[in-house]
C-alpha cells in the first residue's frame, strides 16, 4: 500500500523497472480490476500478478517506463481517481526485435484502506499519435483521424 494516490504512478513504475510482479499487485486490492491497452480484463490481484509476471519474462524483460504528466482527482475523502502518461521503452516482439517507444495514459482509481491506498480499478490505453478513434476493418482495428491533412 501507498500513504497518498499521488504515489502510485512511482510506485508502479518501481515494481516495472524491478520487474517484480508481487511488489506491482500489491499496488491493487485482492478484488481489482485492471483492462491493459488490448482490452484484456484481469480481475482479482492474483490475475493481476501472473498477467504481469507473464509480461515481465516474455515481452518487457528490458524495459524502461517513465512517468510523465500526472493529474489527481479527489473525489472525496477515500476515493481519488489518478491519471498518468507513461512512456514504455525496450519491449520486444515475439522474435525477441527490440519494438519501438510506446506512450500510454493509465487511469489507476485508488481506495483509501486501514493501512494506506490501494487501486481498485485501473485502465491502460495507448496513443495513437494523429488518430482520433480505431476503424475496424478486415484486418483489424486501424488508428484513424477523420480530420482534415
Known sequence: MIDRPEEMPAAF???WMERDASMLASLFAEDA???NVVGLWW????QIEASHAYGFDRIFANSTLRVGRTRVRRLGDDVAVVHVR????????PDAAELGIRRTVMTFVMSRRDRGWLCV????????ERAE?????SEGLTPT?????
Open 145 to 149: 483521424d477523420y480530420r482534415e491533412n
Open 121 to 128: 480499478a485501473a485502465q491502460n490505453t495507448d496513443i495513437h
Open 13 to 15: 513504475r518501481a515494481a
Open 43 to 46: 480481475r482479482r490481484r492474483g
Open 33 to 35: 480490476d485492471f483492462v
Open 86 to 93: 507513461f512512456t514504455l521503452e525496450g519491449q520486444r516482439g
Open 133 to 137: 478513434t480505431m476503424a475496424a476493418r
